[in-house]
C-alpha cells in the first residue's frame, strides 16, 4: 500500500513539474514575441529620434578623420575627438535630432541608412557624395599668388572712403581697412580722395586671416608703373586657414557674395572658407566642407514614432 501510495506521489510531482516546464516555456515564448512584437524598426513615413556623429576625411587640410558635425554634447566612444576647422563649437548640443524618414527632410544617404534600425541600435554607415551634400563647385575655388603688388598712389571715391574712414583731410593718417597700413590722405576733391600708402619694407601683416597667413612687403617702388608706384607683397601660408569672403571682398571683388553663391550652388549661406598650399599658389576653397568628399556617421536611434 505504500508503495502505491510513494508511486502515486512521484507521479503527481512528475505531471506537476511537466505542466510547469511547459506553462513556463509557453510563458517565456510569449514574452519573447510580445517583446518581437513591440520593437518598432524604423519605416518611411516614421518621425524618428537620432543622436549622431559625422566624420569626414580631407588629406588637403587634416592627417586624418575630423569630425564636422554631432547632435552630442559629449561624444561617446571617443575620448579626445579632433574637429573640422568649420565646426560650429557654438551651436547648443545635447539633444537628439528628429526628422520624418524617407520624405526628403535629410540627405538621401541618411534615409537609406536609417531605415530598418530598431529603437536603441546603432550602425555605423558611410554616405558618398552623391547621397550626401554632393560635389565640390569649381566657382568656389579660388587661387591667390603668393606674390601681390599693390598701387603705392590710389585714387577712392569720396563716399567710400567716408564710409570706411570718416571725413577725409590733407595729410589726413588712416590705417587701411583690408592691409592694416597706413595710408596718408595726398589730396581731396570733390567726388574723389587720393591716397599714398605707406608701408615699410620687411614690415609684416596678417590681412587675409589672423593666423596662419602673413604677407610681407618686399619692395616698394613710388615711380612704377607711370608714378603710380608698386609694393611687393610676399605671402606666406603656414598651415591651412580659416577665411572669410566678407574681408576678402573688401580687397577684392571677386570674393564678394560667396554666400549667395553658395546658396545657389545648394550650400550653407556663409562666407567661410579655407585657404590652403596647392603647387606654388594658395588656393581657398569656399565650398563646404561635407561636400566632395565621403562621410562617415555614427547614428544611435532614440525613439521611434510610427506614422499613420
Do not use: C
Not at 524618414?101 to 531605415?115: A, M, R, T, Y
Not at 609694393?231 to 598651415?239: A, D, P
Not at 563646404?288 to 568628399?293: A, K, L, S
Amino acid at each position: 500500500m505504500k508503495k502505491w501510495i510513494s508511486l502515486l506521489v512521484i507521479a503527481i510531482v512528475v505531471i506537476a513539474l511537466s505542466v510547469g516546464g511547459i506553462l513556463g516555456a509557453r510563458e517565456f515564448y510569449f514574452k519573447e514575441k510580445e517583446s518581437d512584437d513591440d520593437m518598432k524598426t524604423a519605416e518611411n513615413g516614421d518621425n524618428v529620434k537620432i543622436h549622431y556623429t559625422g566624420m569626414l576625411k580631407d588629406e588637403r587640410v587634416y592627417n586624418g578623420w575630423r569630425v564636422f558635425d554631432t547632435s552630442y554634447e559629449k561624444i561617446p566612444e571617443i575620448k579626445d575627438p579632433k574637429f573640422t576647422m568649420t565646426y560650429n563649437s557654438e551651436r547648443e548640443r545635447g539633444d537628439p535630432f528628429n526628422f520624418t524618414l524617407g520624405q526628403g527632410d535629410v540627405i538621401e544617404g541618411w534615409d537609406e541608412n536609417v531605415k530598418g534600425m530598431e529603437e536603441g541600435e546603432s550602425r555605423v554607415f558611410e554616405v558618398p557624395p552623391e547621397k550626401g551634400y554632393g560635389k565640390k563647385s569649381d566657382e568656389l575655388i579660388f587661387e591667390v599668388n603668393k606674390t601681390e603688388t599693390v598701387a603705392v598712389y590710389q585714387t577712392i571715391d569720396r563716399e567710400t572712403f567716408q564710409n570706411d574712414y570718416g571725413q577725409p583731410a590733407t595729410n589726413m593718417v588712416v590705417e587701411d581697412k583690408f592691409w592694416g597700413w597706413e595710408k596718408v590722405v595726398i589730396s581731396v576733391e570733390q567726388d574723389t580722395v587720393q591716397v599714398r600708402n605707406d608701408p615699410d619694407v620687411g614690415d609684416v601683416y596678417n590681412a587675409y586671416s589672423e593666423e596662419g597667413w602673413t604677407s610681407e612687403v618686399l619692395s616698394i617702388d613710388s615711380n612704377a608703373n607711370g608714378g603710380e608706384g608698386l609694393i611687393e607683397v610676399q605671402h606666406e601660408l603656414n598651415k591651412p586657414t580659416v577665411v572669410d569672403s566678407e574681408r576678402l571682398g573688401d580687397h577684392e571683388q571677386r570674393f564678394e557674395g560667396i554666400p549667395n553663391l553658395k546658396q545657389r550652388n545648394g550650400q550653407t549661406a556663409n562666407g567661410e572658407g579655407i585657404a590652403m598650399n596647392d603647387e606654388g599658389k594658395i588656393v581657398i576653397d569656399f565650398n563646404d566642407e561635407v561636400t566632395g568628399t565621403t562621410l562617415v556617421f555614427r547614428v544611435e536611434v532614440v525613439s521611434i514614432v510610427k506614422g499613420e
